[in-house]
């Protein structure tokens, strides 16, 4: 009985301190959120402070109500920062001064104004930008470490929109014992200005293949466009070169650029670093190769006597404002033939399914929705076959003459950390290509579950192609490992140290076994020799007393 009360105070003892600590757990662990929140250091387009070290900076102080009040009063404030309606995103930067920050980041926008946070710069121009079912009225993600953000607005409707922010630490990982529903977030709204009727000032700069300019001044727009659909920019030769600027600093989105021939006698296709899209502004420019070809020469087009005019249209989006058609043309009276041959790449010869004649085909674009090329998790390398395709029946050259292009490289790149992919088979290092096929292999080298885009580029200075595909990534993966020969080398070594020990413990066995035979009929004889000295003592013993008796 005694030992059991005994029993029963110690346990209770143990209780009771245990409840102490944990409510000195929870104590210290609401006084450490509130330092977890003061740590966080948060900038916009990275120089504008927002937050650090539990302040607050101006113009991020106005509460919520507040901001929905000037938006009511149409009443523009310095109080909060209101973005323009030439600025279509903005960086958003999050960062802890002591510790890695593991935070959720909630983005909650007004009606009429679409949003969507993105983690990398170019995922502001990919082909799913121009559309608005990329954008929601609200954004909520979880991130595990420093990052910089990038907030891109879609505008529906005219109007100025409330865009709320939280961004919520994560003490879970750092305070694993105990919970609580609600954490402290670092809460701030913002204003962002929509003008769906507000025309961008482009600025554009026709140029031959050698970067001469037309004419000295660029073209307008606005003077383009000027007779409806007409417009003044006219080639002459294969190639041609075309610069894409904006008229004021403010950055602008162009997705999905095209070129459309409007003569059947007349080939374009569309080349350079902007045919992925960018971001064009008063000092970045985006540049294009129109790729030209004139056949069955005659006097038609817009040109009278023995001129010979033939018309394409250049287009591109600006999102969020409609597509930009430009028309141009092409004389080819005064034309001077070159070597143009569209880059093909296909995952069968002749299968003509993800580049032809230069241009991406929709399923193997990014962002092209539930119609993407995707590769099931099974597959652990797909083939491609590349090379150019000369067109026999419009130039005049023979096969001796044909040319070869060429890239600076071809880089492979994806959007989540699951996988290593690389391109085998072919150089990604100045890679000629000519019309044979050349196989090129793409190998994705799973590591984690889970599905990423996955991009392949070919680059040059003047060239600019790439698709994209969607790789799932099986539950289970097997990482491939460059070092088997030196587990194989291990292995061997542990067989061979392990038929040593064997070895030597046979030995060890035996030698004693042969002790073990030569110690007994020592013993034996010893204790023979023994027992026959002591029957001899005692015979002796026995005479003697007869003798003497």
């Given at each position: 009985i005694a030992l059991t009360i005994s029993l029963v105070s110690l346990l209770l003892f143990f209780s009771a301190s245990a409840a102490e600590n944990a409510l000195d757990q929870n104590s210290a662990r609401i006084l450490e959120e509130t330092k977890l929140i003061d740590?966080?250091?948060?900038?916009?387009?990275?120089?504008?402070?927002?937050?650090e070290q539990g302040v607050f900076k101006d113009p991020f102080k106005v509460s919520p109500k507040e901001v929905e009040q000037l938006i009511k009063s149409n009443t523009t404030s310095d109080k909060v920062y209101n973005s323009s309606v030439t600025e279509q995103f903005f960086q958003l930067s999050v960062s802890a001064g002591k510790t890695n920050p593991e935070y959720r980041l909630l983005v909650i926008a007004a009606e009429g104004l679409g949003i969507r946070v993105v983690e990398h710069y170019e995922a502001l121009w990919e082909h799913e930008s121009g559309s608005r079912d990329a954008f929601s009225i609200y954004s909520f993600q979880e991130y595990t470490r420093a990052k910089d953000l990038w907030v891109h607005f879609y505008c529906e409707k005219n109007g100025q929109y409330a865009v709320h922010f939280a961004i919520t630490p994560n003490p879970d990982v750092a305070f694993p014992m105990t919970g609580s529903s609600e954490h402290p977030s670092i809460s701030f709204t913002t204003i962002?200005?929509?003008?769906?009727?507000?025309?961008?000032?482009?600025?554009?700069?026709?140029?031959?293949?050698?970067?001469n300019k037309h004419r000295q001044e660029s073209y307008h727009l606005q003077e383009l466009i000027a007779n409806g659909t007409e417009s003044n920019?006219?080639?002459?030769?294969a190639r041609n070169h075309l610069e894409l600027k904006v008229g004021d600093q403010s950055g602008q989105i162009i997705v999905q650029p095209e070129v459309l021939s409007l003569d059947d006698t007349l080939t374009v296709g569309l080349l350079g670093k902007g045919l992925r899209g960018g971001i064009a502004t008063a000092t970045h420019s985006l540049e294009y190769t129109f790729a030209l070809d004139c056949h069955n020469k005659s006097g038609v087009g817009k040109g009278v006597n023995d001129t010979d005019f033939r018309k394409f249209m250049f287009s591109f989006i600006p999102p969020p404002f409609d597509r930009v058609e430009i028309p141009m043309w092409v004389d080819c009276k005064q034309f001077v033939e070159g070597k143009f041959f569209p880059f093909n790449v296909e995952t069968s010869k002749n299968g003509k399914d993800v580049i032809y004649s230069g241009k991406t085909f929709d399923i193997y674009q990014k962002g092209a929705g539930p119609r993407q090329a995707n590769i099931p998790p099974e597959v652990g390398a797909t083939e491609f076959y590349i090379y150019l395709e000369p067109y026999a029946a419009t130039t005049n050259q023979s096969e001796e003459d044909f040319v070869f292009d060429w890239f600076e490289r071809v880089d492979v790149s994806h959007t989540h950390d699951i996988l290593d992919p690389e391109i085998v088979n072919i150089a990604t290092r100045g890679l000629a290509v000519t019309k044979d096929f050349q196989r090129m292999v793409l190998v994705y080298n799973c590591k984690q579950p889970g599905k990423t885009n996955v991009t392949v580029s070919f680059l040059q200075h003047d060239h600019g192609y790439d698709f994209n595909v969607i790789k799932h990534c099986p539950n289970k993966v097997q990482i491939k490992s460059t070092s088997g020969f030196w587990r194989f080398l291990f292995a061997a070594g542990v067989i061979f140290f392990g038929c040593f020990l064997v070895t030597v413990l046979r030995a060890l066995i035996h030698k004693e076994h042969s002790a073990s035979k030569d110690y007994t009929p020592t013993s034996t004889s010893k204790r023979k020799s023994e027992t026959e000295m002591s029957t001899s003592t005692e015979h002796s013993r026995v005479q003697t007393y007869d003798d003497n008796i």
């Open positions: 740590d966080y250091w948060i900038f916009l387009n990275g120089h504008t402070p927002i937050f962002k200005t929509c003008s769906i009727n507000y025309h961008r000032d482009f600025v554009l700069t026709p140029m031959d293949l050698w970067g920019i006219t080639f002459g030769m």
